[in-house]
């Protein structure tokens, strides 16, 4: 079960304007689910997206990208089941034509479209499948799909993933509505994980541009399940323009920031979300960094520390085995680090201080407050100002196997 995360509810998940999904049974690779989705957007939609950084990217992975920079996009098109990853030339046939059948379809330019995959890596996906449940996503295009598609997008998940909020930009209402998939697989750049969020604002293309990179770095790049980079991960933001708020065209204006924090507050809960529902998880943990000379060694060593499968393990065991978690800072790749500066606490628990164990620490204490579902680890590296924070969850018996299974 995921830890402490209620799934989003139909009612809770506000349709933004310009916006329509749909979603089928298209059998792409089991039957009698709900693998493919269709997303709608309204012309004039602006689309801006981070995509892996996995060399083995997959081939929608490489279509986005090509879509992406001619802009225009009027389309997503999402499948689950298969990953259409480490596929070749034929995996790119697959992923256009995937476009060109939605293009079809919407009246658009196969250019205008957007593919998604994720599932099992080095299976080819049967794009004439695809070609045959996308009517079917059409005909059950609608604002309120926000729900089913969270559903449809699912792979190892145990629950569905979505998050909304309502915010006043100069004056006018604006809605900022999003989902994701991911439990497993999953570490920054990016994640593996689908993360698709939409908000009606009128935004330039360059500021969005620049937004979902800075809501991705706030966000679904500090999450980490298993330090596994996929193949397929994308985030994606879409503005419509159809709120009638002025257009946002400064990164210094107070609408920039208003709308920047409503779009992070929900892509940080689709990403929470997933390490929540982090394969076989039962605790959550929050790392936070403080006392750096950057924030990048800040997310160092929140990563070293989050990374790390003896601390993962120990977590799950509740055993208080602190000097794994001493292990991984002096890991993180920060060649000048003065350990005697380093302070380490669990909960509200000093564990470590002048390099080594701090004088009030007891056993008792380190085992009591790592029993709780959610964890805090604090570390403050006392050589500057910069700060970070990391979420992951433990590992236990359930990730083996999930993972052992997973193609069955």
Known sequence: MPVNLAPP??????????????????????????????????????????????????????????????????????????????????????????CAAAAQLLGVDAAQVLPFSTGVIMEPLPAERIAAGLPGCRAA?????????????????????????????????????????GAGMIKPNMATMLGFVATDAAISQPLLERLVKEVADESFNCVTVDGDTSTNDSFVLIATGQAGNAE???????????????????????????????EGATKFI??????????????????????????KTAFFASDPNLGRILGAIGNAGIGDLDVEKVKLWLG???????????????????????????????????????QGKVWTCDFSYDYVKINADYRS
């Not at 960094?289 to 060593?301: R, Y």
Request: charged content about 20%.
């Open 286 to 311: 929050e790392i936070a960094v403080s006392g750096g000379a950057t924030k990048e060694e800040c997310k160092a060593v929140g990563y070293a520390i989050a990374h790390s499968p003896l601390v």
């Open 248 to 278: 946002i065209t400064d990164a210094a204006a107070a609408d920039y920031a208003t709308l920047r924090d409503a779009v992070t507050t929900v892509a940080r809960q689709l990403a929470q979300a997933i390490v929540r529902d982090g």
């Open 9 to 98: 509810t139909a009612e809770s998940l506000h349709p933004v304007a310009g916006v329509r999904l749909g979603v089928t049974e298209a059998g792409i690779r089991k039957a009698n689910r709900r693998d493919l989705t269709l997303i709608e957007l309204a012309p004039g939609s602006r689309v801006a997206g981070v995509l892996t950084q996995n060399r083995y990217c997959a081939a929608p992975v490489q279509v986005c990208r090509q879509h992406l920079a001619s802009g225009d996009i009027r389309a997503l098109v999402i499948n689950t089941g298969i990953a259409n990853a480490g596929t070749g030339e034929p995996g790119l046939a697959a992923a256009n034509a995937t």
């Open 348 to 386: 509200d628990v000093l564990v470590s201080e002048n390099g080594g164990r701090a004088a009030s620490y007891q056993e008792e204490d380190g085992a009591r407050v790592m029993k709780p579902a959610e964890i805090t680890v604090r570390v403050d590296l006392g050589r500057g100002a910069a």
């Open 141 to 181: 295009l609608k604002a309120d799909g926000w729900f089913d598609a969270a559903h449809a997008i699912m792979t190892t998940d145990t629950v569905a993933k979505g998050a909304s909020q309502k915010v006043g930009v100069g004056g006018t209402a604006v809605t900022v509505t999003g989902i994701s998939k």
